[in-house]
């Protein structure tokens, strides 16, 4: 049996449509995944919408929308984010169907038969944005310490999750579990918040919100953080379903950097409570910031990934959210960025390469990848360097450092076309076919370790390479072949094309 490898993203909440930052998290999870089939492994890639809780409920009654129907809409949205952004989920959860909700009740019911459920009663500050109740001390000038809006005061008589008891189990994982969280800087964060002291969680809303059904006493619904969070489990089934044994515990949870303390220390102790295993990995990545500036509404520079994918085609912009930076740290994103990344790394480095091999078959060896004799010295060190990328940005991707990865996989192309330039070929008659063999082989190879990143252009490689599926190796060691030879290509094309450093903003400047 093939080892198993759970991945997912937080669920999104449908209180709006998707923005550019859901869009990266989906990038960046749909590539390990992608990476991980690559290296042989059965991946199972969970996403999906987070519908209920007081955020959702208010943009929907604002909109003067049923608020299922608002969801269903939304939910529709963000599914289609992930077809247009060629992210390839198994599943796609929705904390409003019955098959999340009825297994949340469960996961409640358990955790109050463990005796960590009780009633009580909660006075503190209430952020709606974030669902989350703050003390006094906790905030920062009288606002939310996460998000820094206002907060308003709330008393509710309700049920309580014991998460203080779990206060020295949660030390204990960090202390056993170095990889539990990463990066590590997020790990420092938490630390100093859980030595601080727990308090007990309340897991309940009075019961006209809108939310699950709190399965202990009718007059409330469950908080939509416990009913959320839960989706990881319930997606697989829990308690007993097959998929539940066969990929639990999960090796990612992918999420953004705000939402940590929900997943690294609420989402264990409640696990823990549930006497369920822990997942491997919370990998929680940093920020887009657009031109420098957080994102949001009021600043009106939210991008909207759909125009931006219609616009430039998913290559350019899953290309522009992967090269980045490093995944824990924000990263600067601008169409201006992106158009320039397409035209100066994309057309001029990846498809410049695949282009010129592949036209210079066609107009010189009858549109086929020629025999070669054996290696010379400069033929050898591209074989080298390309053996030696494999495993290096295999490693990096292990390591969820995906940037560099993607990085040395476009160093790769660099290399061919120096090679090609260095050995010219069409002066040179004799050498022309070794050269022409190993760039021939070059472009499958560079297709195989860009497909998780570039899934759509790697396709397209191996379409003009005349690599149909019977013979296609989507395997990450299989890159380091060079083994092609007298096989016949299909048609090249150019796979990018260059734009004008417009952007949308400075099409309205120029308008004006
Ligand atoms: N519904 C909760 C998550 C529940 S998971 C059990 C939530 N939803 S969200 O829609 O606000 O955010 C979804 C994901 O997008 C989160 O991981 C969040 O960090 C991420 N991002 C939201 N804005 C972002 C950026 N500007 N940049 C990158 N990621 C961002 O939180």
Redesign the pocket.
């Known amino acids: 049996m093939k080892d198993t490898f759970y991945i997912t993203?937080?669920?999104?909440?449908a209180n709006d449509k998707p923005?550019?930052?859901?869009a990266?998290?989906k990038v960046l999870t749909d590539v390990i995944a992608r990476f991980q089939k690559a290296r042989g492994k059965d991946v199972f890639f969970l996403t999906g919408t987070?519908e209920h809780g007081e955020k959702v409920f208010k943009a929907a009654k604002k909109k003067g929308e049923d608020p299922q129907k608002f969801v269903d809409d939304i939910s529709e949205r963000f599914r289609n984010l992930c077809t247009i952004l060629s992210v390839e989920n198994d599943d796609f959860i929705r904390t409003t169907h019955s098959r999340h909700e009825e297994a949340n009740k469960k996961i409640v019911k358990a955790m109050h038969e463990k005796g960590d459920i009780y009633k009580g009663e909660y006075e503190g500050w209430y952020c709606v944005p974030c669902e989350s109740y703050w003390t006094d001390k906790q905030l920062d000038e009288g606002k939310c310490p996460e998000c820094n809006r206002e907060v308003e005061k709330k008393k509710e008589e309700g049920y309580f999750f014991r998460l203080s008891k779990y206060e020295e189990d949660l030390l204990e994982l960090y202390d056993q579990k170095p990889d539990f969280v990463f990066p590590e800087s997020r790990k420092k964060e938490l630390l100093n918040r859980i030595e601080d002291g727990l308090r007990d969680l309340c897991i309940t809303r009075s019961a006209f919100e809108w939310g699950v059904p709190f399965p202990i006493d009718d007059d409330y619904t469950t908080y939509v953080?416990v009913d959320?969070?839960s989706?990881?489990i319930t997606a697989l089934g829990y308690p007993e379903g097959d998929k539940f044994n066969k990929y639990w515990p999960a090796n990612v949870h992918?999420?953004?950097?705000?939402?940590t303390w929900?997943?690294a220390v609420i989402w264990p102790a409640m696990l823990m409570s549930l006497g369920v295993d822990l997942p491997e990995t919370v990998c929680a990545?940093?920020?887009?910031?657009l031109g420098g500036e957080?994102?949001s509404k009021s600043k009106g520079n939210v991008l909207d990934p759909f125009e931006l994918v219609e616009a430039y085609g998913t290559d350019a912009l899953r290309y522009s959210l992967l090269s980045g930076g490093s995944i824990g740290e924000d990263s600067d994103f601008s169409e201006e960025l992106l158009v320039k990344k397409l035209n100066n790394e994309l057309a001029d480095n990846l498809g410049n390469f695949v282009h010129r091999t592949l036209s210079f078959l066609n107009s010189n060896f009858d549109g086929g990848i020629p025999e070669r004799e054996e290696f010379t010295e400069s033929d050898e060190e591209l074989v080298e360097e390309t053996r030696r990328t494999v495993d290096e940005a295999g490693k990096d991707l292990e390591e969820l450092s995906l940037n560099t990865a993607l990085e040395k996989v476009m160093a790769l192309s660099k290399k061919g076309n120096q090679y090609l330039n260095a050995n010219e070929p069409w002066n040179n008659e004799g050498r022309a076919p070794n050269v022409l063999n190993v760039c021939g082989n070059l472009c499958k190879n560079i297709s195989i370790i860009l497909f998780p990143f570039l899934p759509d252009c790697a396709e397209k490689i191996w379409e003009q390479l005349g690599i149909d599926e019977s013979i296609r190796s989507k395997e990450w060691e299989d890159a380091k072949d060079f083994e092609l030879s007298d096989h016949e290509i299909g048609e090249p094309e150019p796979l990018f094309k260059k734009r004008d450093v417009q952007t949308k903003e400075e099409e309205k400047r120029s308008q004006i």
């Open positions: 993203t937080a669920i999104d909440y923005h550019i930052g859901h990266y998290e987070d953080w959320a969070l989706n990881y992918m999420i953004g950097k705000d939402i929900f997943h990545h940093g920020f887009l910031n957080k994102m």
